[in-house]
Nanobody, 118 residues
Framework: QVQLVESGGTLVQPGGSLRLSCAAP????????MGWYRQAPGKQREFVAC??????YYTHSVKGRFTISRDNAKNTVSLQMNSLKPEDTAVYFC?????????????WGQGTQVPVSS
């Protein structure tokens, strides 16, 4: 059972900052693209950001505010979130993704809650 372990979620005020981290097993971290998704109450899970081969990708609504990074020495991926808005409120999930031929493999963390509210 692959375990991705998120941390860092907590209540934050609008305009504030928060940093989420995700620890992954070394064999997964070194071979998979790492990313973050989120699921707001009553909505479907959506892509937030990912890092693949040194390139980073973001959903439009977080560009310029969120930064994804990975620490290869610690097998962790982080999401720095600045200028948080109430609409960023969601459960944030760490994701490891890899495509081999026509097969896709995904692993997920348990999620960490990020309420943005005054």
């Amino acid at each position: 059972q692959v375990q991705l372990v998120e941390s860092g979620g907590t209540l934050v005020q609008p305009g504030g900052s928060l940093r989420l981290s995700c620890a992954a097993p070394e064999n997964i971290f070194s071979m998979y693209d790492m990313g973050w998704y989120r699921q707001a109450p009553g909505k479907q899970r959506e892509f937030v950001a990912c890092i693949s081969g040194g390139s980073t990708y973001y959903t439009h609504s977080v560009k310029g505010r969120f930064t994804i990074s990975r620490d290869n020495a610690k097998n962790t991926v982080s999401l720095q979130m600045n200028s948080l808005k109430p609409e960023d409120t969601a459960v944030y999930f760490c994701n490891a993704h890899r495509t081999w031929g026509r097969n896709e493999y995904d692993y997920w963390g348990q999620g960490t809650q990020v309420p943005v509210s005054s």
